[in-house]
Antibody
Framework: EVQLLESGGGLVQPGGSLRLSCAAS????????LSWVRQAPGKGLEWVSS????????YYVDSVKGRFAISRDNSKNTLFLQMNSLRAEDTALYYC???????????????WGQGTMVTVSS | DIVMTQSPDSLAVSLGERATINCKAS????????????LAWYQQRPGQPPKLLIY???TRESGVPDRFSGSGSGTDFTLTISSLQAEDVAVYYC?????????FGQGTKLEIK
């Protein structure tokens, strides 16, 4: 069964840092691009970042550029999101998602994890 | 950035009736190189992650009931549920994956009348 399992969320003060992880199973991890999508409480979905299958290409929404860094370890089937200089507006449920085809990040998201909650508050 | 605008924001439909949700992109998401629309539809039930229903604007994901269908091209798209079932109560999102930043519509909340 194809699965994604996020971890690493929690309560952090403004300006603090967190590192999210997403452990994957059930598919050939290194052949698919992956993304992070977040959802603020009671709000809609917002794409945050994507990384290519090799990890060589990364993309970000403007609001997190320079603060967040996406990466992956294909030997450990794990995706990461390093979040620095966190702000209250980063409070959200963070999902990792797999694209539905190989070779590009420009595909629909066919598999989603259950999400990990990040709360930025003093 | 491509802005995705869904209508309506909420919708109440009787069981067995048709539900229609619209999605408009601020610019075309049709890629000339492959003639594909880079548009997906997702269903999010309460407390659950989103589930992919439709990709390439009209291709149903494996396992999705055939009462769900997607149509449209360029900038205007529609998700249709032909005969509403109780388990279809959810929020539905369209998303463009044509260009970064990949953007979602604001969501349409579907309820039973």
């Amino acid at each position: 069964e194809v699965q994604l399992l996020e971890s690493g969320g929690g309560l952090v003060q403004p300006g603090g840092s967190l590192r999210l992880s997403c452990a994957a199973s059930g598919f050939t991890f290194g052949t698919y691009a992956l993304s992070w999508v977040r959802q603020a409480p009671g709000k809609g979905l917002e794409w945050v970042s994507s990384v290519s299958d090799s990890g060589g290409r990364t993309y970000y929404v403007d609001s997190v550029k320079g603060r967040f860094a996406i990466s992956r370890d294909n030997s450990k089937n794990t995706l990461f999101l390093q979040m620095n200089s966190l702000r209250a507006e980063d409070t959200a449920l963070y999902y990792c998602a797999k694209v539905d085809g190989t070779g590009t990040t420009s595909r629909a998201f066919d598999i989603w994890g259950q999400g990990t909650m990040v709360t930025v508050s003093s | 950035d491509i802005v995705m605008t869904q209508s309506p924001d909420s919708l109440a439909v009787s069981l067995g009736e048709r539900a229609t949700i619209n999605c408009k992109a601020s610019q075309s998401v049709l890629h000339n190189s492959n003639n594909k629309n880079y548009l997906a539809w997702y269903q999010q039930r309460p407390g659950q992650p989103p589930k992919l229903l439709i990709y390439w604007a009209s291709t149903r994901e494996s396992g999705v009931p055939d009462r769900f269908s997607g149509s449209g091209s360029g900038t205007d798209f529609t998700l249709t549920i032909s005969s509403l079932q109780a388990e279809d109560v959810a929020v539905y999102y369209c998303q463009q994956y044509y260009s970064i930043p990949y953007t979602f519509g604001q969501g349409t909340k579907l309820e039973i009348k």
